[in-house]
């Protein structure tokens, strides 16, 4: 990816196994991969193709950025700091 470029969607933290296959854990901070269901880019190569929709990413490669909705501090408050 340059920089700009960006993929959004449903982000699952998760383990994978030697298999291939993986299974969802509770916390980011314990998954070894995130698996993103319906990924959107705004890259001009597609990310994904219609016989596949997830992405499955590992861990040591995600930089974390986020967009606050509204209400996310009413609903979410031991997200926030307090100042």
Do not use: C
Not at 23 to 41: I, L, Q
Request: aromatic residues 14%.
């Amino acid at each position: 990816m340059n920089k700009g470029e960006y993929i959004k969607g449903e982000l699952t933290p998760a383990f994978q196994y030697d298999s291939g296959k993986w299974e969802e854990v509770e916390f980011f901070e314990t998954a070894d991969v995130y698996v993103m269901r319906h990924p959107v880019s705004n890259m001009s190569t597609p990310i994904t193709s219609p016989n596949y929709t997830d992405l499955i990413v590992k861990a040591e490669d995600v930089d974390w950025s986020f967009e606050e909705q509204a209400g996310m501090r009413e609903h979410y408050p031991h997200l926030f700091p307090t100042e």
